[in-house]
């Protein structure tokens, strides 16, 4: 079976530039995390996505960051414009039910950089 | 809000030595879960405690929650080199955080 499926896996840009992250989850989980990982933070949570809605986006940077779950399949973050502090690895999971508390499937994670 | 502290942040041992790291909540969890994430890779899901005093074992790994399911521990028989990686205890409640976790490393 197809895991959680993120592209692209590495992205190098400009500062300024908009970046787009995708992922595709497994097929039937109707749960959806973004989060961010790096060396001073660890791993955080940016937003959930629960049947496509956004249920809790606190810990969304700022305004330069946005999710959308267009539907069951796919969904994205962005962020416009990009800065170098925003280097970091970005992954998305999945979770079968409707509460943060089923296992997630993690996803290869994108690596990106912003110069 | 809620804080889940894990202790130690960073641990290293000699292979074939045991290795404990702890998860300790402000709030009580209504379960709490560990994951592994290996260096270049990412979070994987090793297991979930739900119930108070809970332990369970996989192979040399042994989980405990604590009775007042606001503490958990996750312990290691005999080290290899293939446990090396940071293992996370996120606990669910308000918010699931993985926060640092803790990273172990092995020498031979």
Known sequence: DAGVIQSPRHEVTEMGQEVTLRCKPISG???????RQTMMRGLELLIYFNNNVPIDDSGMPEDRFSA?????SFSTLK?????PRDSAVYFCASSLGGSKSQPQHFGDGTRLSIL | GQQVMQIPQYQH???????TTYCNSSTTLSNIQWYKQRPGGHPVF??????????KKQKRLTFQFGEAKKNSSLHI???QTTDVGTYFCP???????????TTLSVSS
């Open chain 2, 77 to 79: 028989t005999a080290t």
């Open chain 2, 91 to 101: 606990g669910a409640g308000t918010a699931l955080i993985f926060g640092k976790g």
């Open chain 2, 46 to 55: 090793l297991i979930q405690l739900v119930k108070s005093g809970e332990v």
């Open chain 1, 79 to 83: 962020i416009q414009p990009s800065e």
């Open chain 1, 68 to 72: 959308k779950m267009p539907n069951a």
């Open chain 1, 29 to 35: 989980h109707n749960s959806l995390f973004w989060y």
């Open chain 2, 13 to 19: 041992v000699q292979e074939g030595e045991d290795f």
